[in-house]
């Protein structure tokens, strides 16, 4: 899928505060339409808080954020849930509800919205878990699920909501290879088959270079690099080369 030009997310001078410290400082970011954005960093460096800002989870303390044209920064609540409805995101652990079962948890944010009738729940459940390669574990338990498998049920739940965006905390972090290696085919697929805007954050290179159409790099507060994989690899930058080639740092 092409990506279409138009940005569906868009930072101006966006400075986020957490915990007290400023931790990301007037940056600018786009993300178009349809594209997968990858934006990429060591631990600690603000790229979840960039997430939150965008979910309008956390306030910037300037700045404006614009998704699919409507600036959120300060919206009131009502509305930004409202907006929140075009977007879903994977956390890191996969934050499913351990009470529920799987089908329950996939279909939970269609019955908390309202966002289909009763009769196709069902439908846009199994749907969901049979592309996540899961037809089969509807009324398992999350104790009952491998952390891939638990990652693959967060997918299928933003996906049952069928949003425009989904954005995907470190995808990776936590799996062995084998299952990495298997998240990242499922992006792949999804980047593939839906018409659906991807946002990633992550520390893991490799993963940026073989999913993303764009990479944004963050480091202290601000975004050095931004650009296709191949200008990534490419980039003489000393602190993009160090973290895409810690070896290449001499001690």
Do not use: C
């Not at 069928?162 to 992006?187: H, Q, R, S, W, Y």
Request: aromatic share 4%.
């Amino acid at each position: 899928m092409t990506p279409s030009r138009d940005s569906i997310i868009r930072l101006r001078k966006v400075t986020l505060h957490y915990g007290g410290d400023e931790v990301v400082r007037e940056v600018d970011l786009d993300i178009r339409r349809g594209e997968t954005k990858v934006i990429l960093g060591p631990s600690g460096v603000g790229k979840t808080t960039i997430l939150k800002a965008i979910l309008g989870l956390l306030r910037p303390a300037s700045g404006e954020i614009e998704v699919d044209g409507e600036e959120i920064s300060k919206l009131p609540e009502r509305e930004l849930v409202k907006i929140r409805l075009k977007m879903a995101i994977v956390f890191q652990g996969g934050a499913l509800f351990d009470s529920m079962t799987v089908g329950e948890n996939v279909s939970f944010r269609l019955r908390e919205h309202g966002l289909a009738p009763p009769g196709e729940i069902e439908e846009r459940v199994q749907s969901a878990l049979q592309f996540v390669g899961l037809a089969g574990a509807v009324k398992l338990k999350p104790a009952q699920l491998s952390g891939g498998m638990k990652k693959r049920v967060a997918i299928a739940r933003a996906l049952a909501a069928k949003p425009e965006v989904i954005l995907f905390d470190e995808p990776t972090t936590g799996l062995d290879p084998i299952n990495a290696f298997n998240m990242e085919l499922l992006i792949l697929k999804l980047k593939e088959s839906r018409q659906v805007t991807i946002v990633i954050v992550t520390h893991d290179v490799g993963s940026a270079l073989r999913l993303a159409d764009s990479v944004a790099m963050l480091h202290e507060g601000k975004f050095i690099f931004e650009g296709s994989p191949g200008e990534l690899q490419q980039s003489s930058e000393p602190v993009v080369r160090a973290f895409r080639e810690p070896g290449s740092i001499v001690l």
